[in-house]
């Protein structure tokens, strides 16, 4: 796919994170930008491929448009703007009274796209996903490699979706409408892959993580999992029996927080204690 070429100067920066930078088109409110760092050329190029396939699945994701590369020989992605969202993240973060609520709906739609069967053939499985991370992670030695490898083949098998980096942040809403967003690791999978991830970002970060990722303290992710488990599970759930259950898979996360930072992460290792 050849890029179409745009300049910087038609966009203002709006946000960024561990892979790239979000702008505004100055003059077309209806255009979002995300704009990986410099070096980055495969992962756009794969992150609108597969959000194409994601959004013709009818997962509800805002619209991609074209790859797209700077004058300066940065690549991304140009989607279809939606107006005055916001994330559930920054709503728990500037409303920390309506938590549950949020939690409530943040369940609800991972219900639904936990529930949504794919085309196997488009879409990568989870597991292969995990494995080649573990394969290309630097960090871990090869007796622990060995050991997460067993952890992840022998774990559930399902064809639905999986987001892949599924958090707080990486669902929005706006109006009576809700998305995902940052699809760029979707799969599928057994939910528990996508769930180890809720875990991890509401209960494993410092206090110092959970503010700079998320807009809330830790206390407040916290009481957005203690409402999200029973939203998710049914009001009947055993939420200590599900945490136990989710801890490792919150640990396997830290393959993709280890490749996107480029370094270990040793507060999130330790929910791995159970496998290694």
């Given at each position: 796919?050849?890029?179409?070429?745009?300049?910087?100067?038609?966009?203002?920066?709006?946000?960024?994170?561990?892979?790239?930078?979000s702008y505004h088109h100055r003059d077309d409110p209806s255009i979002l930008l995300k704009l990986y760092y410099p070096g980055k050329i495969r992962q756009p190029?794969?992150?609108?491929?597969?959000?194409?396939?994601?959004?013709?699945?009818?997962?509800?994701?805002?619209?991609?448009?074209?790859?797209?590369?700077?004058e300066d020989g940065r690549y991304g992605i140009r989607f279809k703007r939606i107006e005055d969202k916001v994330s559930y993240a920054r709503a728990c973060g500037d409303h920390?009274?309506?938590?549950?609520?949020?939690?409530?709906?943040?369940?609800?739609?991972?219900?639904?796209?936990?529930?949504?069967?794919?085309?196997?053939?488009?879409?990568p499985s989870v597991k292969e996903k995990y494995i080649s991370l573990l394969d290309e992670n630097p960090f871990f030695s090869d007796p622990e490699k060995s050991k997460l490898k067993r952890f992840i083949l022998q774990a559930p098998d399902t064809d639905t979706a999986i987001h892949g980096d599924l958090q707080f942040g990486n669902a929005i809403f706006a109006g009576g409408k809700r998305y995902f967003i940052d699809l760029g690791d979707f799969c599928y999978g057994h939910p528990y892959f996508d769930l180890g991830m809720v875990y991890l970002c509401c209960k494993l970060g410092s206090e110092e993580y959970t503010k700079e990722q998320f807009h809330m303290d830790a206390d407040t992710a916290s009481r957005?999992?203690?409402?999200?488990?029973?939203?998710?599970?049914?009001?009947?759930?055993?939420?200590?029996?599900?945490s136990e259950t989710l801890l490792p898979y919150a640990g396997l996360k830290t393959l993709i927080i280890e490749r996107d930072a480029n370094c270990p992460k040793p507060e999130f290792r330790k929910a791995l204690q159970s496998i290694l």
């Open positions: 796919m050849d890029a179409h070429k745009i300049s910087l100067t038609d966009y203002i920066l709006s946000g960024g994170g561990y892979n790239g930078e190029l794969n992150e609108v491929n597969l959000a194409r396939k994601v959004f013709a699945a009818g997962i509800p994701t805002p619209e991609p448009g074209e790859y797209v590369v700077t920390p009274e309506k938590v549950d609520q949020y939690a409530a709906e943040f369940a609800h739609m991972c219900r639904q796209l936990h529930a949504t069967h794919v085309d196997t053939s488009q879409f957005f999992y203690d409402a999200f488990i029973p939203a998710y599970f049914g009001p009947d759930c055993d939420p200590g029996k599900i």
